[in-house]
């Protein structure tokens, strides 16, 4: 027993050297996928910026038939900084639905 537990790393402490080295590389393929994994589940698109509450308000103030079509597009055109559109295509919301009983 004390050529393993001897007072030095001698000859005997081969068996700590082979787990340590054992452990160092599971820990690095482990790395490794998790490096790789994370890189390929990143989104590669930009990230869309944040909606302002406002905007989510004012819709769902139009969806309850508070306001007209015409209020909506205004006011969504202030709160997002653009000219209001009267007519473009795809801008427009769907209509509200019809009011409960």
């Known amino acids: 027993m004390t050529a393993f537990f001897g007072p030095g ?5 081969w068996p700590l050297w082979v787990l340590v080295g054992g452990l160092f590389q599971v820990g690095l393929v482990v790395g490794v996928v998790i ?15 944040p909606r302002p509450a406002s905007l989510h308000i004012l819709e769902e103030r139009y ?11 205004e006011r ?15 801008q427009a919301p769907p209509a509200p639905p019809p009011p409960g009983p």
């Open 9 to 13: 790393p001698g000859p005997g402490w």
């Open 35 to 49: 490096l790789v994994t994370t890189l390929l589940r990143r989104d590669r698109r930009p990230p869309t910026p």
């Open 63 to 73: 969806a309850r038939g508070e306001i007209t079509r015409e209020e909506f597009l």
């Open 76 to 90: 969504r055109a202030v709160l997002l900084g653009h000219q209001p559109a009267e007519s473009a295509p795809g």
